[in-house]
Each structure stands twice: as structure tokens, then as C-alpha cells.
């Protein structure tokens, strides 16, 4: 009787493993909506408008990547990947350049992360332009210079020490008596 009670209560607390996409996948199947472009094969996500197919012509030299997923119940081998790819952290961004190596461990972490190529819309960054570039979130990298001339900073800072000294601005203690008035009393 207590054997029939115990395989019994422990058939029924028995859960599942818990890893992602174990096992192999039939591609002939799961990929058959790809389109070719300049021999590579894309697969256009059908629920997200923001996927776009790239036009033809030259493949982007760098890539954007993402996570966006947890790695709570990943194998390991997909964990060890996101760690060198330095993806470990929440929605950490990392730029990868486009590789043969760097691509195979990006299909199999495809499911974890959002790639997008890094395009220059103003050409691509000189070693003088590092310390003036800036990477969007759509993956464009533009070149931010100073255009402000030296004349328009010393008006500028003219203006602000000219601020300083006058009598009818509200130093700290009138903003914090006026604040509180206006908590106090806010109709």
C-alpha cells in the first residue's frame, strides 16, 4: 500500500527539464519562408513591422546585438556564448563585427538576442572622429561634432556668469519658501 502511495506521488511531482530548444530542429521545415538576397538567405519576422529586408548591395561591417530575453533555463553552452559576446547583463549591448565566427554564435543564440546592422549615413567615422560618434538604437552611428565657434561659447558664458550676479534672480532659499507656499497652497 505505501509503495503504490509513494511511485505514485513521485510519478506526479516529476517536472520536465528545463532547457530551451533542446534538441535539433527539422531547418526544412522550421526556415522555409527564407528570401535570397546576394546568397544569403533572410527570414523576415512576420509579427514585428520593424524588420525590414536589407537592400541589395554591400553587408554591414559591424552589427548591433541586444538580448532580450532571460537566460534563466538556457543550456550552458548558450549562457558561455552570451558571456564572450559580453551579453551576460540585462538588455547589455554589445557591437560584433560581421564575422563568419562571430555569425555562426549569433544563429545559435538568435533567440535570445536582436541583431541590427550598424550603418553610416554620414560615412563611416575617422580615427579624429571616435570621440564624436554615436550609436542610436536603430543602429545608424553618426559623427557629432562641435559646431559652436569660440566667439558663441564666450557669449554664452558671458550670459551665464551675467545670470550669477544679478539681483532679481531667486536664489535657493526664496525657490525653496516659494515651493513650499505653493505646496501648501496650490489652488
Known sequence: MFKTVLTAFTSTCRQPALVRNYGKHNKKFLYKDGVKINNIYFYPNSECSSHKLPEA??????????RIKPVKGCPHWEKRILRD???????????????????????????????????????????????????????????????????????????AVQFTQTEERMDGETLRKDSRLKWLNPW
Open 57 to 66: 548591395g554591400e553587408p554591414s561591417k559591424l552589427f548591433r546585438v541586444r
Open 85 to 159: 559576446l559580453g551579453l551576460y547583463e540585462v538588455n547589455a549591448v554589445a557591437v560584433v563585427k560581421n564575422i563568419p565566427e562571430n555569425n555562426a554564435r549569433l544563429w545559435k543564440v538568435k533567440h535570445l538576442v536582436e541583431v541590427l546592422p550598424i550603418t553610416f549615413p554620414h560615412g563611416e567615422p575617422t580615427a579624429a572622429d571616435i570621440d564624436y560618434t554615436f550609436l542610436k538604437e536603430d543602429g545608424s552611428c553618426v559623427v557629432v561634432k562641435e559646431l559652436d565657434t569660440r566667439t558663441v561659447r564666450d557669449k554664452r558664458l558671458e550670459a
